[in-house]
C-alpha cells in the first residue's frame, strides 16, 4: 500500500479510507482521522471488529461486528462527520460520554455540605447529562496507545454549576474477545457529584434498521426506580414482577411496551433505571440483547448498581443517520450502566458524591458474539 505508513500501530493521516477498502479489517491496530482538533481513531482486534471513537464528546462512532454468516455491520447510531453530531437537533447524545452527571437531577438543584448548587435546566423543569455544554459537547484530548485510546478532560470549579476542578479519564479498549471496555477514572478537589456513562444507541439488526422492537432483552434486576411525569425517580424500588419491566427472563423488547402502565405512559416507553441484581462491587452481568435474525448477542458488565434502558421513545425521523437513512421512532436503544438518576437529592439511593482524595473508578464492558 503506497503511503500507509505505521508509527506504533497508529496509521497516519489520510488512510483510514484506504485501510478499510483494502480489506484490512482483520489487521490489529489503531487508525487515526485528524480534522482539525477533531479526531477519529480506529481500533480493531484479530476478528475483524473494528471500533470507532472520536475526541469530540469522547464518544464511539462506530462498532462493526459480524452476523451469524460473517457479515460484519455497524451496530451503533450516529452521523458520518463531526458538523451533523454538532448540529444534531434534540441533542441525541449519539455514543457520547455524559457528565459530570448522567441522567437527570430535579429542578437543577441540589445540596452539598450545607451548600446548594444551580444547575442548568436542559430538560424542561430538571437537569440532564451535565447541562448547556456537558461533557459530550467538549473536544478531549486524546492518547492512542496500543489496544486502547485514553481520553482526559478537567472539568473547571463552576463548570456547568458543580464544584471542584474534576479530572477525568476514559480508557477505551477492545479486545480479542470481541469485548468493549469502558474503564473511567476521576478525581476532585471539592466534593462534587459524579455519574458518567456512555450513551451508545444500539442497533444489533445495523444501523439504519428501522426498529428494536424485535431485540430480546434481559436485565439483571428484581427492581426498578419509578419516575414522576418529568421523569425524576420517586424514591421508591418497585418490584419488577408481574409488570412490564420484568426483564429477568429475556423478551422482545416491544412485548409489553404498548401495555396501559402509568410508568410507561411517562416514559413514552421504557426510559428507566434499573436496580441491578449485585453480590458485591466487582463486575455484574447487568443486561444481555439478542437480534434473532441476525443472530447478534450483546452482553452488558458493569461495576456500577444501576443501568438506564432508554428506547429511542425520542427519535422521530428528523435525523439521518450514516447509512443516509431516518432514525424512526424506537429504531435504536440504550443501556446507560450508571448510578441512580437525582441521586444528589435521593437520600436512600448510593451515593454519587467523589470527594477529594478518593478515586472514582468505573469499569463496564460490552462483549459482542453471535448465538444460535
Not at 37 to 65: C, P, Q, W
Not at 194 to 207: D, I, K, P, R
Amino acid at each position: 500500500m503506497d503511503g500507509f505508513s505505521i508509527m506504533n500501530g497508529v496509521a497516519l493521516l489520510g488512510v483510514l479510507s484506504m485501510v478499510t477498502c483494502c480489506g484490512c479489517r482483520a489487521t490489529s491496530g489503531i487508525k487515526v482521522s485528524d480534522f482539525s482538533s477533531i479526531k477519529e481513531f480506529s481500533l480493531s482486534n484479530k476478528n475483524g471488529v473494528e471500533l470507532r471513537l472520536s475526541n469530540y464528546g469522547a464518544r464511539i462512532t462506530a462498532i462493526n461486528v459480524p452476523d451469524r454468516d460473517g457479515s460484519f455491520a455497524d451496530v451503533i447510531l450516529g452521523h458520518n462527520n463531526v458538523e451533523e453530531y454538532i448540529n444534531a437537533e434534540d441533542r441525541p447524545y449519539f455514543g457520547a460520554i455524559v457528565g459530570r452527571y448522567g441522567n437527570r437531577i430535579a429542578n437543577g438543584k441540589f445540596m452539598l455540605d450545607g451548600k446548594e448548587y444551580e444547575l442548568a435546566t436542559n430538560n424542561g423543569e430538571n437537569h440532564l447529562h451535565g447541562g448547556n455544554m456537558g461533557f459530550d459537547k467538549l473536544v478531549w484530548n486524546a492518547e492512542p496507545t496500543g489496544s486502547s485510546v485514553v481520553f482526559s478532560y478537567t472539568a473547571r470549579d463552576g463548570e456547568e454549576g458543580y464544584p471542584g476542578n474534576l479530572k477525568i479519564q476514559v480508557t477505551y479498549t477492545l479486545t480479542n474477545e470481541n469485548e468493549i471496555k469502558i474503564d473511567y477514572l476521576a478525581t476532585t478537589d471539592k466534593a462534587t457529584p459524579v455519574n458518567l456513562t456512555n450513551h451508545s444507541y444500539f442497533n444489533l439488526a445495523g444501523e439504519g434498521s428501522a426498529t428494536i422492537l424485535n431485540h430480546e432483552l434481559m436485565v439483571n434486576a428484581d427492581t426498578f426506580t419509578p419516575v414522576t411525569p418529568s421523569l425524576i425517580p420517586t424514591g421508591e424500588f418497585r418490584p419488577v414482577k408481574g409488570t412490564p419491566f420484568d426483564f429477568r427472563t429475556a423478551k422482545a423488547v416491544g412485548r409489553d411496551i404498548e401495555k396501559e402502565n402509568t410508568q410507561l405512559k411517562y416514559g413514552n416507553g421504557y426510559d428507566h433505571n434499573f436496580v441491578l441484581n449485585k453480590d458485591a462491587d466487582g463486575m455484574t452481568l447487568a443486561a444481555t440483547l439478542y437480534e434473532p435474525e441476525s443472530a447478534r448477542f450483546m452482553e452488558v458488565y458493569t461495576t456500577e448498581p444501576g443501568v438506564q434502558f432508554y428506547c429511542g421513545n425520542f427519535l422521530n425521523g428528523c435525523l439521518t443517520g450514516k447509512s443516509g437513512k431516518k432514525y424512526p421512532f424506537r429504531s435504536g436503544l440504550c443501556l446507560e450502566t450508571q448510578h441512580y438518576p437525582d441521586s444528589p437529592n435521593q437520600k436512600n439511593f448510593p451515593s454519587a458524591i467523589l470527594k477529594p482524595g478518593d478515586d472514582y473508578t468505573t469499569t463496564t464492558v460490552y462483549k459482542f458474539s453471535v448465538k444460535d
